[in-house]
């Protein structure tokens, strides 16, 4: 392996799986690993110090008995890639790569409070109660395809309002404006996993932005289940 002229690169070759991972020393993604000094980190001739060529030396974890997991550590200032990357293995929840990145605060935010690393157990109970909770004000009651379009029934504060549209979302965010809540759904997205398919969906509310994801055996459901836990997060505040 030929090290690259930079101090914080390597080359690296073998599965590409790793190569995100080793590219980017810890000293970059963790502000409690310190970066190497510039003067050097060996005892040379002469007493001084020999300059480093690789500071940081990639290998493949299963060279030393391990596995990709098992080298990924989650706490307070684990970035969004090993983050992301668990949830995926473990899971099968692909997070949209802006969603990663606000996630990624709330792992940090709650490690940090607990002084704990998190486990893939503890990352999706995490993403779920952040993300995906269902006990806010508005609720879905029903949304359906027919001849003419999709139609949506949500209720809030025990009153019903419908929607309906050519889209799922544009039936949704209908009977969410009949129930008096105006959104706008700025990106949809989602894929199916197993026993059904979990959505993700960024909204304004008013004038706030804001994330949500849902998960139902049917797509259209999950879709509107995401919306909904948007809609639910910025009234919450």
Same mark, same amino acid.
């Given at each position: 392996?030929? %090290?690259?002229?930079?101090?914080?690169?390597?080359?690296?070759?073998?599965?590409p799986?790793?190569?995100?991972?080793?590219?980017?020393? %810890?000293?970059?993604?963790?502000q =409690?690993?310190?970066?190497?000094?510039?003067?050097?980190?060996r @005892? !040379?001739?002469?007493?001084?110090?020999? %300059? *480093? +060529?690789?500071?940081?030396?990639p290998?493949?974890?299963?060279?030393?008995?391990?596995?990709?997991?098992?080298?990924?550590?989650?706490?307070?200032?684990?970035? #969004?890639? =090993? /983050?992301?990357?668990?949830?995926?293995?473990?899971?099968?929840?692909?997070?949209?790569?802006?969603?990663?990145?606000?996630?990624?605060?709330?792992?940090?935010?709650?490690?940090?409070?607990?002084?704990? &690393?998190?486990?893939? #157990?503890?990352?999706?109970?995490?993403?779920? @109660?952040?993300?995906?909770?269902?006990?806010?004000?508005?609720?879905?009651? +029903?949304?359906?395809? !027919?001849?003419? =379009?999709?139609h949506?029934?949500?209720r809030?504060?025990?009153?019903?309002? &419908?929607?309906?549209?050519?889209e799922?979302?544009?039936?949704?965010?209908a009977?969410?404006?009949?129930?008096? /809540? @105006?959104v706008?759904?700025? *990106?949809?997205?989602?894929?199916?996993?197993?026993?059904?398919?979990?959505?993700?969906?960024?909204?304004?509310? !008013?004038?706030? %932005?804001? *994330?949500?994801?849902? &998960?139902?055996?049917?797509?259209?459901?999950?879709?509107?289940?995401?919306?909904?836990?948007?809609?639910?997060? @910025?009234?919450? !505040?």
């Amino acid at each position: 392996m030929q %090290p690259s002229a930079g101090p914080h690169t390597a080359s690296v070759r073998g599965r590409p799986g790793l190569h995100g991972l080793l590219r980017d020393p %810890p000293g970059r993604d963790q502000q =409690g690993a310190r970066p190497p000094r510039a003067g050097g980190g060996r @005892a !040379g001739r002469g007493g001084g110090e020999a %300059p *480093w +060529s690789v500071p940081y030396l990639p290998i493949d974890p299963a060279d030393v008995g391990r596995t990709y997991e098992a080298v990924i550590r989650v706490n307070s200032q684990s970035g #969004k890639g =090993g /983050i992301a990357h668990l949830l995926q293995a473990h899971h099968g929840l692909d997070l949209p790569k802006a969603l990663r990145a606000e996630f990624s605060r709330v792992v940090q935010d709650a490690t940090d409070r607990s002084g704990r &690393e998190a486990t893939p #157990k503890d990352l999706l109970q995490l993403f779920r @109660a952040a993300y995906m909770a269902e006990d806010g004000p508005v609720t879905l009651s +029903s949304c359906t395809a !027919g001849g003419d =379009g999709f139609h949506c029934l949500v209720r809030r504060d025990g009153r019903e309002s &419908e929607g309906s549209g050519a889209e799922p979302a544009a039936a949704l965010t209908a009977a969410l404006e009949a129930s008096g /809540i @105006a959104v706008e759904v700025l *990106w949809q997205g989602g894929h199916p996993v197993e026993g059904g398919a979990v959505a993700y969906a960024r909204c304004r509310v !008013g004038d706030t %932005p804001v *994330w949500g994801a849902g &998960e139902d055996a049917d797509a259209v459901t999950a879709s509107a289940r995401a919306v909904l836990a948007a809609v639910n997060r @910025a009234l919450a !505040g």
